[in-house]
């Protein structure tokens, strides 16, 4: 199977769970995420119709932004990783859209660059669903006093809200984290709707984006099922 093969199979799929759930396909959005993968991948996905690519580490994004912008400007990329404060310069130089937002101290770094560059981007706030202390996000007790705050910043477009549920088998508990970024989202429309609409939200991944897609998801990010395992350096 080719990755122009798999897209096209997990498209098939995000239509057939978004029909299930009563919902419009054209709803949801397929975020292919490219990290480990060669620029040469990118654009064998970027053939079959994708266009924006989702990296979790900024480093390599930045990389596969500098070697095809000149010949593929279409091709835009989200950063989904958490992200150091030390890092928002080099987000605000190319990025389009941070999925990973969990704090006001980057919110306010990230602004600033991003005003350097006179440049704006899409920012969903990630919330950690699970209570798994080893993830980032920021715990679903604080996100609203952080949601109200993000109005604030001019550069920063607050779409929504991202998550990494739970690790399972078991779906119970994976579509209990996909729940509880449906009911913050609603929490937030009444008290923090000047802000946002909250209308983004992105859950689900290779192994859990149907059930995502069951619980509202509006955008799914999937890697292996679409660029195949993921082949890491090994230790020194």
Same mark, same amino acid.
């Given at each position: 199977?080719?990755?122009?093969?798999?897209?096209?199979?997990?498209?098939?799929?995000?239509?057939?769970?978004?029909?299930?759930?009563?919902?419009?396909?054209?709803?949801?959005?397929?975020?292919?995420?490219?990290?480990?993968?060669?620029?040469?991948?990118?654009?064998?996905?970027?053939?079959?119709?994708?266009?924006?690519?989702?990296?979790?580490?900024?480093?390599?994004?930045?990389?596969?932004?500098?070697?095809?912008?000149?010949?593929?400007?279409?091709?835009?990329?989200?950063?989904?990783?958490?992200?150091?404060?030390?890092?928002?310069?080099?987000?605000?130089?190319?990025?389009?859209?941070?999925?990973?937002?969990?704090?006001?101290?980057?919110?306010?770094?990230?602004?600033?660059?991003?005003?350097?560059?006179?440049?704006?981007?899409?920012?969903?706030?990630?919330?950690?669903? $699970? *209570?798994? !202390?080893?993830?980032? @996000?920021?715990?679903?007790?604080?996100? /609203?006093? =952080?949601?109200?705050? &993000?109005?604030?910043?001019?550069?920063?477009?607050?779409?929504?809200?991202?998550?990494?549920?739970?690790? $399972? *088998?078991? !779906?119970?508990?994976? @579509?209990?984290?996909?729940?509880?970024? /449906?009911? =913050?989202?609603?929490? &937030?429309?009444?008290?923090?709707?000047?802000?946002?609409?909250?209308?983004?939200?992105?859950?689900?991944? $290779? *192994?859990?984006?149907?059930?995502?897609?069951?619980?509202?998801?509006?955008? /799914?990010?999937?890697?292996?099922?679409?660029?195949?395992?993921?082949?890491?350096?090994?230790?020194?």
């Amino acid at each position: 199977m080719t990755i122009a093969d798999n897209i096209s199979t997990i498209r098939a799929r995000i239509a057939a769970a978004a029909r299930a759930a009563g919902r419009d396909p054209a709803g949801i959005r397929l975020l292919p995420v490219s990290k480990t993968r060669p620029a040469s991948a990118v654009l064998e996905a970027a053939s079959a119709g994708c266009t924006r690519f989702g990296e979790n580490r900024v480093q390599e994004a930045t990389g596969k932004w500098e070697e095809l912008a000149e010949d593929h400007p279409e091709i835009s990329w989200a950063i989904i990783g958490h992200l150091q404060t030390n890092k928002a310069r080099q987000v605000a130089r190319f990025a389009s859209e941070f999925q990973a937002l969990d704090s006001l101290r980057l919110a306010r770094e990230l602004d600033r660059r991003l005003q350097n560059e006179g440049r704006g981007i899409d920012v969903l706030v990630e919330i950690n669903t $699970s *209570g798994e !202390p080893q993830k980032s @996000g920021v715990a679903l007790d604080d996100a /609203v006093a =952080l949601c109200r705050q &993000l109005g604030a910043f001019d550069s920063l477009r607050v779409r929504g809200l991202m998550t990494v549920a739970l690790n $399972s *088998g078991d !779906p119970s508990p994976v @579509g209990a984290c996909f729940q509880r970024v /449906v009911d =913050l989202q609603e929490r &937030l429309r009444d008290e923090a709707g000047g802000v946002s609409d909250w209308g983004e939200l992105s859950m689900g991944m $290779s *192994g859990d984006f149907e059930l995502a897609i069951a619980h509202g998801a509006t955008t /799914v990010r999937v890697g292996q099922a679409i660029f195949g395992p993921r082949s890491y350096p090994a230790s020194a």
